[in-house]
């Protein structure tokens, strides 16, 4: 073939979503696909294609079990993985990922009554998607407030006591507030960063102690979130965006200072999810939600359950050349 033959056309079939972006740079081709009425009021909007816009995630898929073959390096069988923020929202349905997947998991929370309430939830899960396993992995509720070092330590000697052993740390304990500024007061600033970085830094290094003595390598993930790269618009959330940039980099640094011990450590970053916490910020401000989807190349916020799956390969084998990433989970939002 001659070395100036032009390239054969690449034939272009058109996106199911309609993209009209307000608040960042909308993207320069425009899929022309008619907006349906509702859509069309609400400008914004992104419309997809109601079969392929289903966040259901497939609870009986095994993992590892004989009906469906996976990859056996995606199995957490036999790990034991502390979830800190595990008694809801993200933590929760992440935990519940994680038991499916075969793991022991300590939910722990400062709400420990609701943690509690959630054992025989996610052990039922298990028994539901692997009615052939006779073994079901130990879930466990502890209270803590990660903001604390005492509190803290006094978690993970009641996690070891119960299950021998930690393999695996999940950071969802976190929170945000909308203020702009400038009036957001220096002490709500200090609360908000006491839990999402000085709560992150805390119990990774608490955990990181464990791991060393114990000289066992382990995997730990911190949920960020987008706004550790990109401004949110239009709400104001500065002292929030500045905490997930923190976590990031805290886990780049101490993926360095810990990859001779065998310690992974990765962020996850999603984007705009349905959860309690974004739930609050909509109620509040309704018009909200269009701007966010509308942002979202996928059409849609995520389901906690987009998470399942992320936060899984993380802490397995299957990701062990893995260390310092960033994966965002976020639809496509921040590549716009
Ligand atoms: N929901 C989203 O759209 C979204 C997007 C990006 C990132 N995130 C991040 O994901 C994480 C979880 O968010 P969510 O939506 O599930 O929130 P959520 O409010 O539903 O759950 C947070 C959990 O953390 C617990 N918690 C709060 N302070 C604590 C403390 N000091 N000690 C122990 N536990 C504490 C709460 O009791 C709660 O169970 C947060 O770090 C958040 O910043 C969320």
New binding site residues.
């Given amino acids: 073939m001659p070395t100036d033959a032009p390239f054969p056309p690449i034939p272009f079939t058109p996106p199911k979503a309609v993209f009209k972006d307000m608040s960042k740079n909308a993207p320069a081709a425009t899929a022309h696909v008619p907006l349906p009425s509702s859509a069309a009021a609400a400008a914004n909007a992104i419309v997809m294609d109601p079969e392929v816009n289903s966040a259901a995630i497939d609870d009986k898929a095994p993992s590892g079990s004989a009906e469906k073959p996976v990859l056996p390096t995606f199995s957490l069988d036999g790990r034991t993985v502390v979830i800190?923020?595990?008694?809801?929202?993200?933590?929760?349905v992440m935990a519940k990922g994680l038991v499916l997947s075969g793991a022991g998991v300590a939910l722990?929370?400062?709400?420990d009554t609701?943690?509690a309430s959630q054992i025989s939830v996610l052990e039922a899960a298990f028994k539901d998607a692997h009615p052939t396993l006779s073994s079901v992995p130990r879930v466990t509720a502890h209270k803590?407030?990660?903001?604390?070092e005492e509190?803290v330590a006094a978690c993970i000697g009641a996690v070891v006591s119960v299950h021998g052993k930690i393999d695996g740390l999940v950071?969802?304990?976190?929170?945000?507030e909308t203020i702009q500024s400038i009036d957001y007061p220096i002490d709500r600033m200090r609360k908000l960063w006491?839990?999402?970085v000085d709560?992150t830094y805390i119990f990774a290094q608490q955990i990181a102690r464990h791991l060393v003595k114990e000289k066992r390598g382990g995997s730990m993930v911190f949920?960020?979130?987008?706004?550790g790269s990109i401004v949110n618009v239009p709400q104001p959330q500065a002292p929030?965006n500045a905490s997930?940039a923190a976590v990031r980099h805290l886990c780049a640094s101490m993926a360095v200072e810990w990859a001779p011990h065998q310690i992974r450590v990765n962020t996850i970053?999603?984007?705009?999810?349905?959860?309690?916490?974004?739930e609050k910020i909509l109620e509040a401000n309704p018009d909200l939600r269009d701007a966010w989807v509308g942002g979202t190349p996928q059409g849609r916020?995520?389901a906690?359950e987009d998470l399942m799956g992320p936060v899984t390969f993380l802490l397995s084998d299957a990701s062990r050349f893995v260390t310092g990433a960033d994966l965002r989970v976020d639809g496509g939002y921040t590549v716009m």
């Fill in positions: 800190t923020g595990g008694a809801g929202g993200l933590g929760l722990v929370d400062l709400n609701e943690a803590v407030d990660v903001s604390s509190s950071t969802s304990a976190g929170f945000t006491a839990v999402n709560g949920i960020g979130s987008m706004s929030y997930k970053s999603p984007g705009y999810m349905l959860t309690a916490l974004t916020m995520g906690p």
